[in-house]
């Protein structure tokens, strides 16, 4: 089989993709306090309107991370996900015991269209199989209180296809303790 022509389509769409990186420009919005033993249900978050930030830019793309702010043990933080991730009963991130311990952030994520749906999927209220934080399933029985930030950037419509690759930079800049890193 010859996919030649193939890789030579893909060098090319790459090449196209790489220049325009260079001209992304990323503005954070304000964050989003997220204090894990107080998680109850999906309609609370939309009875407290922590969704409503979202219903303006349902079909942009977006980029985001959550960061730790409470003061964990990260090897513990780690430890009662993998016990979660173990029963099997939801899909959760990609746990690399070569991570490094010290970073503050937990996780990166990219999300072409839909970012509050992906961002219910990671407090745990979406599909089970969904690879996602789960965050309600395994972090509100920690013995210490889990406070996270969550911080997202809307990208241009133009800049869909940058998502994933934008994504991989800003993993390998946090180095988060769970998910992909590239």
Not at 75 to 94: H, V
Request: net charge positive.
């Amino acid at each position: 089989m010859d996919i030649k022509n193939n890789l030579e389509s893909k060098v090319n769409v790459l090449n196209t993709r790489a220049k325009a990186l260079s001209g992304v420009i990323i503005k954070w919005e304000s964050s989003i306090e997220i204090n894990c033993k107080s998680l109850s249900s999906k309609k609370e978050l939309e009875n407290n309107k922590i969704l409503d930030v979202f219903a303006e830019y349902k079909k942009r793309p977006a980029i985001y991370f959550f960061r730790i702010v409470s003061k964990q043990n990260k090897q513990d933080l780690i430890s009662a996900l993998a016990r979660y991730k173990n029963t099997k009963r939801r899909s959760c991130p990609k746990i690399d015991k070569k991570r490094n311990l010290n970073s503050e952030y937990l996780y990166c994520g990219s999300k072409k269209e839909g970012l509050h749906g992906r961002f219910i999927q990671h407090i745990g209220f979406g599909s089970a199989n969904t690879y996602a934080l789960q965050l309600f399933h395994w972090a509100r029985a920690l013995d210490s209180e889990l406070v996270l930030e969550f911080h997202y950037a809307w990208l241009d419509v133009s800049q869909k296809e940058l998502t994933e690759l934008i994504e991989s930079a800003l993993a390998e800049k946090l180095s988060p303790l769970v998910g992909k890193i590239a």
